[in-house]
């Protein structure tokens, strides 16, 4: 029987972690890293994740996505037993604009600034030991008490105007498609 892509442990690992990694790269250009946070992660089943993107300073996983779709997503236990897993698939964009959306963004908290929902067609998982991973005590989401009020004092269209300048294209040069 071949192992399913995330098997029940893996969930129940990846639903017990407060923040995940998120890595992309297009053709050509840099590779991006980025910390993710809040509730903005649902394990839709073994072979499918949701994600919900917020507002940020970039939007390379847009750019890269749109030129070259795989994903990784990476979870790292930093309090009780080491482990790291990595999630490997593909994954589309869906915007506010996008029929999707609103059958998607139900499933999260209203978040002030929130830009696109990434639905991830998972490939497979692996867990490595991660005991090289340092322990670290979680105190809360820093989102909740600065990104989302940041957001939220924006108005939706000081958060459009937003994109425009920062969002719109990548650090190098690619098209987000934020707007049509």
Not at 40 to 57: A, F, P, T, Y
Not at 136 to 141: E, H, R, S
């Amino acid at each position: 029987m071949a192992r399913a892509p995330l098997p029940p442990k893996i969930q129940k690992f990846i639903e017990a972690q407060q923040m995940f990694f998120v890595a992309t790269a297009a053709n050509d250009g840099r590779v991006n890293v980025s910390p993710k946070g809040l509730d903005s992660l649902r394990i839709m089943s073994e072979k499918r994740i949701v994600w919900l993107n917020l507002s940020g300073s970039g939007n390379e996983t847009a750019a890269h996505l749109l030129e070259n779709n795989r994903i990784t997503l990476m979870f790292c236990a930093f309090e009780g037993a080491a482990l790291i897993v990595r999630v490997y698939g593909t994954a589309k964009i869906i915007h506010p604009r996008h029929p999707e959306w609103d059958e998607l963004i139900g499933l999260f908290p209203t978040m002030a600034g929130s830009r696109q929902i990434f639905d991830i067609d998972v490939e497979s998982s692996a867990g490595s030991c991660g005991s090289g991973v340092p322990f670290f005590q979680y105190l809360g989401q820093r989102g909740e008490e600065e990104l989302v009020p940041f957001y939220e004092k924006m108005g939706e269209d000081g958060v459009h105007k937003y994109w425009e300048k920062k969002n719109s294209f990548s650090i190098d040069g690619k098209p987000t498609e934020i707007f049509e």
